[in-house]
């Protein structure tokens, strides 16, 4: 990129910052037997297959994701399963 280019470097779009993990998982404090995961340095080939992956369980009830920004490079994946 010449100087001067208000763009961000390419390599972090794919590479993990020191002490920055790839998988981070919380639960949600609203909804039972509900969480959020966040996948860093990923896109939409990644959300997609892991939603429709879970999805192919029956126990998970709904799963979706999103990207925040498209200079955001990470996935909010969001999945209930079934009470037990």
Same mark, same amino acid.
Do not use: S, W
């Given at each position: 990129? !010449?100087?001067?280019?208000?763009?961000?470097?390419?390599?972090?779009?794919?590479?993990?910052?020191?002490?920055?993990?790839?998988?981070?998982?919380?639960?949600?404090? *609203?909804?039972?037997?509900?969480?959020?995961?966040? =996948?860093? *340095?990923?896109?939409?080939?990644?959300?997609? $297959?892991?939603?429709?992956?879970?999805?192919?369980?029956?126990?998970? *009830?709904?799963?979706?994701?999103? =990207?925040?920004? !498209? $200079?955001?490079?990470?996935?909010?994946? *969001?999945? =209930?399963?079934?009470?037990?």
């Amino acid at each position: 990129m !010449p100087d001067g280019v208000n763009a961000p470097d390419r390599h972090d779009a794919y590479l993990l910052a020191d002490g920055e993990e790839k998988l981070t998982y919380g639960a949600d404090e *609203k909804i039972p037997h509900a969480g959020t995961f966040v =996948l860093n *340095k990923e896109g939409h080939t990644a959300g997609d $297959l892991v939603r429709t992956q879970l999805l192919r369980n029956d126990a998970v *009830k709904y799963c979706g994701y999103a =990207l925040p920004h !498209p $200079l955001d490079h990470r996935v909010i994946l *969001k999945a =209930l399963r079934g009470g037990v």
